[in-house]
């Protein structure tokens, strides 16, 4: 097991710029997932830290080692594939041992390993199959497998499920989750699927245009977004942002208006905001904390342009009066109807606020979302609290 | 007769004209190959198979004389068994030779990054060329006078030998003549070394595979069964080696190159003895689909076809 340090790395292929000093702190043990949108450069920063690229700039330590200038072999890590990459012409056995094997590893010793492996991801009796004779589940435990083998510091998984159906995603997240329990070693996991970021993750580091846009728990990706991007790529429906005009400022909080707003709104801050009078912002409200409400205690209005009602909850697309669009997620059972005016409240407590830079302004949490998030980022890897484990 | 019954009986007979014109449909499609199948192919080759049963001259009777071709070719003809033996001389260092300098071709194409378009046309523009001119470019590089070659190694102080006249050196010139047209085999393994995923070496790089070993169990398995398709039509090629020998050296000196295609071009259009060279393209035929059944046999141990089905019975699910 490693932490591993990632320092002002960059990389680019001729002059497009991919990773733009990207710097990272992974501790021991933890499970990390790269997250962010198609060429966000989260796969070339994992094949970075593989060696399966060349860097134009920076470090990266694994443990105490310097691995920067290493050799893939020799920098004690194993990579799982998107599209596991295995070896069709060689059985199971064969595909899990063909590196050991040419290391010059002992015949029991790999044997030895090919068993545990093969038990641990319960592909035993598949040991004698060609990877073609494997189902899409299958043929990922045996690319897991082989990385199992290797018993690295460090694993690398390139969207590893990406090639699964859904239901099989599902089946082989927890299975995931369950082997970082139990091998109990560092794993980065590169995903665009935020669902399997949030879910398997000790800390999501969120990428956009090659630099990281957040690198937290993610819980406070979800309540504390750093900025716009993060805010808008994390969380389904998106969240809905509505500008506005600093109309008054004061110690602890701010009055909006104008913009989209019908009605003023105030909000408070956990310190003053470094904004003044007349500066815009935007405002930021996940779907599920609108509330069609009555004319009077409205901040907008607009007309539901679709209703897509999926049992327990309903999404309704709003286009607003002042120009823009909404998503509102309401109970299954409300009686919206598409081409209906509706009147929409946003609850102040549940805003985020961003700057004109869409840098976030601190907001405070209630207690319960607080908790929560203080209990998981004291949390380390794999669920004991950091200073129990370090006791 | 009952309405209802008519009406039956129509719908029936319709639903069978149906049925029929949409199983004649695809025939009718394909009929134009079909038709030039039989005409040109099909047709000659069974044509010939009968030729091969007579004593066919261009002129006069035809006799039917059953194996008698075949018999005497075997046991009278010693001119049979010289040029088999050229032609299996040829073929068995022409062929290895072929894969191996166009797989080393290929792959250095395959990891050439500069210009590799200009290399790639280069490499394959001889295989373009047509024969003619190609024995043209290469009767001026032999030549003992005035030959590229021999100026070439005038240059470090060798007195060339006499490459085309030569009974020893003549089989070598038309053997570095036809690799010259390797381009054609080099391509099909280039194609197949791109289609190897690159993550199979990254995979193994990653393990700590060696280069070597990357060689050994990866591109070769992966491009086994372009290696064995190269292989057979190498064979092929090199039976039926003709244009180079025939416009180059004619068969000389004293019969040296007097491949086996040449042998039965000779009873064909020189002495017009058509049942016999008719019976001679059948032997090499024969030769030929026997050394291609073997290395397909030999080579299913250990060739990897990516579209086998070794479906395990009842385990497909995770």
Redesign the interface.
């Known amino acids: 097991m490693a932490a591993i340090r990632i320092e002002n790395l960059c990389k680019g292929f001729g002059s497009l710029e991919v990773l733009k000093g990207i710097d990272l702190d992974i501790a021991d043990g933890e499970f990390v997932c790269f997250l962010g949108p198609s060429g966000c450069g989260k796969s070339t920063l994992l094949r970075s830290i593989a060696g399966l690229e060349n860097l134009d700039g920076g470090s990266i330590r694994l443990g105490e080692r310097d691995i920067t200038d290493l050799p893939s072999a020799k920098r004690d890590i194993a990579m799982v594939f998107q599209n596991y990459a295995l070896y069709p012409h060689m059985n199971v056995r064969k595909n899990l041992s063909f590196g050991l094997a040419l290391n010059g590893m002992k015949r029991d010793e790999i044997d030895r390993r090919v068993t545990n492996a093969a038990e641990v991801l319960r592909i035993t009796e598949l040991l004698n199959r060609k990877p073609r004779q494997l189902s899409g589940g299958q043929r990922q435990r045996v690319a897991i497998g082989r990385a199992i083998v290797r018993e690295p510091k460090l694993f690398l998984l390139d969207e590893p499920l990406s090639n699964l159906d859904a239901g099989l995603r599902v089946t082989m997240r927890v299975e995931l989750a369950a082997l970082h329990e139990r091998l109990a070693v560092t794993m980065i996991y590169v995903t665009h699927d935020q669902v399997e970021a949030m879910t398997l993750s000790d800390r999501v580091v969120v990428l956009d245009k090659g630099k990281v846009s957040q690198f937290g728990t993610p819980l406070e990706l979800f309540y504390r977004p750093a900025n716009l991007f993060v805010a808008g790529f994390i969380g389904s429906p998106r969240m809905n942002f509505v500008n506005a005009n600093v109309a008054d400022e004061c110690e602890t909080g701010l009055r909006l208006a104008g913009g989209g707003l019908a009605r003023e709104l105030s909000l408070d801050t956990l310190s003053p905001a470094p904004i003044g009078r007349d500066c815009p912002v935007t405002l930021g409200i996940r779907p599920n904390k609108l509330e069609l409400t009555s004319p009077d205690e409205a901040h907008l209005a607009g007309n539901v342009r679709l209703v897509e009602r999926l049992g327990t909850e309903s999404h309704v697309h709003i286009s607003l009066e002042g120009g823009g669009d909404l998503t509102a997620v309401v109970r299954g059972t409300h009686p919206v109807s598409t081409r209906e005016r509706v009147h929409i409240r946003i609850p102040s407590e549940h805003c985020h606020l961003f700057d004109a830079d869409g840098k976030a302004i601190e907001r405070p949490l209630d207690a319960e979302t607080r908790a929560l998030i203080n209990q998981e980022e004291g949390r380390g890897p794999r669920g004991p609290v950091l200073e129990e484990r370090h006791a | 007769m009952d309405m209802a019954y008519a009406g039956t009986q129509t719908g029936a007979a319709r639903r069978k004209r149906a049925s029929v014109r949409r199983h004649i449909a695809p025939y009718l499609f394909i009929s134009p190959w079909i038709l030039g199948f039989l005409f040109f192919t099909l047709g000659p080759l069974l044509f010939s198979l009968t030729m091969s049963f007579f004593d066919w001259p261009v002129v006069g009777e035809r006799t039917f004389v059953g194996l008698d071709n075949y018999r005497s070719m075997f046991t009278e003809d010693p001119q049979f068994w010289e040029s088999l033996w050229i032609t299996v001389k040829f073929a068995a260092i022409y062929v290895p030779f072929n894969i191996v300098m166009s797989f080393f071709l290929a792959l250095m194409l395959h990891h050439v990054t500069f210009a590799s378009g200009f290399f790639r046309t280069a490499f394959y523009l001889p295989s373009v060329i047509s024969g003619v001119a190609l024995v043209t470019i290469w009767s001026w590089i032999y030549s003992r006078e005035y030959g590229l070659l021999n100026f070439m190694l005038s240059l470090v102080g060798i007195d060339g030998p006499n490459w085309l006249g030569d009974p020893n050196l003549a089989i070598v010139a038309i053997i570095i003549a036809s690799l010259w047209g390797l381009g054609g085999t080099m391509l099909i393994l280039l194609t197949g070394l791109k289609a190897i ?1 690159k ?2 070496y ?9 280069g070597w ?1 990357q060689m050994l ?2 591109t070769l ?2 491009l ?1 069964p372009m290696l064995i398709f190269t292989f057979i039509t190498s064979i092929i090629s090199a039976f039926q080696q003709l244009t180079i020998a025939l416009l180059l050296t004619k068969g000389g000196p004293l019969g040296s190159t007097y491949f086996f295609a040449m042998y039965v071009y000779d009873n064909a259009f020189k002495y017009f003895d058509m049942g016999y060279a008719a019976a001679g393209s059948w032997v090499m035929f024969v030769i030929v689909l026997a050394l291609s059944l073997v290395v397909m046999r030999w080579s299913a141990a250990w060739v ?1 076809y ?1 579209g ?1 089905i ?3 019975d009842g ?4």
């Open positions: 995923p993550e199979l990254e995979a193994a790089t990653i393990s700590g595979v060696p070993a169990f990866i398995p992966m086994g990897y990516e086998e070794r479906q395990a385990e497909r699910n995770a």
